[in-house]
């Protein structure tokens, strides 16, 4: 059964950074594509930053130049590196996988495999 965990939130001051991690357990070959979604109360999820197994990455433009999403695929982890975090990131966070490639699950939030979330908490 596959499982994904997430790890690394938690509640910082504007300006600063956070790591996200997402592991992922149970599965025997390399995923296509993996990323961050982010959702906060009333509003809906968002893409926040994906990657393929070829390294190609894609962000939201509200988070590029200060997110960077990584993946280490001898320890089955992706990462998203938050800099320069403003309250608006505030959100709880999820990490998704699939074995199909981005282009088919990003758009339509496709993916088969889902965290269960980690709560980002930005204050001014």
């Known amino acids: 059964q596959v499982q994904l965990v997430e790890s690394g939130g938690g509640s910082v001051q504007a300006g600063g950074s956070l790591r996200l991690s997402c592991k992922a357990f149970g599965y025997a070959y390399s995923w296509y594509c993996m990323g961050w979604f982010r959702q906060s109360p009333g509003k809906e999820r968002e893409g926040v930053a994906f990657?393929?197994?070829?390294?190609?990455?894609s962000y939201v433009d509200s988070v590029k130049d200060r997110f960077t999403i990584s993946q280490d695929n001898a320890k089955n982890t992706a990462y998203l590196q938050m800099n320069s975090l403003k309250p608006e990131d505030t959100a709880m966070y999820y990490c998704?996988?699939?074995?199909?490639?981005?282009?088919?699950?990003?758009?339509?939030?496709?993916?088969?495999?889902w965290g269960q979330g980690t709560q980002v908490t930005v204050s001014s």
């Open positions: 998704a996988a699939d074995f199909r490639r981005c282009r088919t699950v990003v758009a339509g939030s496709l993916f088969n495999y």
């Open positions: 990657i393929e197994n070829d390294g190609s990455t």
